[in-house]
């Protein structure tokens, strides 16, 4: 059964890069979409974007121009880097893998979630 | 950017009672292979949102028969024949027809 967990750090100095690795286990990152979300008790659940197993992205636009989804199959790991936060990227972030067609074609799991703040 | 908007916000519920929850989108979710790209997520406190209901009607797996999901187009509906204590939570939809996928703002479910 895939498992997901998100690591990173938990704090990020405004203006910086906020990195996190999203790590694989219990099945393949060869196949899939993989997806990262942020929570926020403004916005709410927010999409940034996904990554195929092939590298193909695509990012909201509304983030589009900081952020950047990898992919490391041999590591088994997919990251986020959000370049130029501000206090707005304070979150719960989250990532996802988009399931099979011919199986539960939604996001079937998800990471716990691991909560940064961008502070000074 | 799809729009989601879900009714009611708040839902108190007495078990056994059905429930239902209603979402709208504001363009239509039908692809052109005939499917609807909405879902349904129940995110218990403390934890990340779980898979409910995909493509507008299908459970996802382990997800009790209780749930059912109905709607095609931009009006979508999440019902519980029978609530039960483990259902509380919030209920989010979700399309995924097209980038940004984007959700609704969610319906707390708790018991009465």
């Known amino acids: 059964q895939v498992q997901l967990q998100e690591s990173g750090p938990g704090l990020v100095k405004p203006s910086e890069t906020l990195s996190l690795t999203c790590s694989v286990s219990g099945g393949s990152i060869n196949k899939n979409y993989w997806s990262w979300f942020r929570q926020t008790p403004g916005k709410g659940l927010e999409w940034i974007g996904y990554?195929?197993?092939?590298?193909?992205?695509n990012y909201s636009p509304s983030l589009q121009s900081r952020v950047t989804i990898s992919i490391d199959t041999s590591k088994t790991h997919f990251s986020l880097t959000l370049s130029s936060v501000t206090a707005a990227d304070t979150a719960v972030y989250y990532c996802a893998r988009l399931g099979d067609w011919n199986s539960d074609y939604g996001f079937d799991v998800w990471g716990p979630g691991t909560t940064v703040t961008v502070s000074s | 950017d799809i729009v989601m908007t879900q009714s009611p916000l708040s839902l108190p519920v007495t078990p056994g009672e059905p429930a239902s929850i209603s979402c709208r989108s504001s363009q239509s979710l039908l692809h052109t292979n005939g499917y609807n790209y909405l879902d349904w997520y129940l995110q218990k406190p403390g934890q990340p949102p779980q898979l409910v209901i995909f493509?507008?009607?299908r459970r996802a797996s382990g997800v009790p028969d209780r749930f059912s999901g109905s709607g095609s187009r931009t009006d979508f509906t999440l019902k519980i024949t029978s609530v039960e204590a483990e259902d509380v939570g919030i209920y989010y939809c979700m399309q995924s027809l097209q980038t940004p996928y984007t959700f609704g703002q969610g319906t707390k479910v708790e018991i009465k």
């Open positions: 493509l507008s009607n």
């Open positions: 990554i195929y197993f092939s590298g193909v992205t």
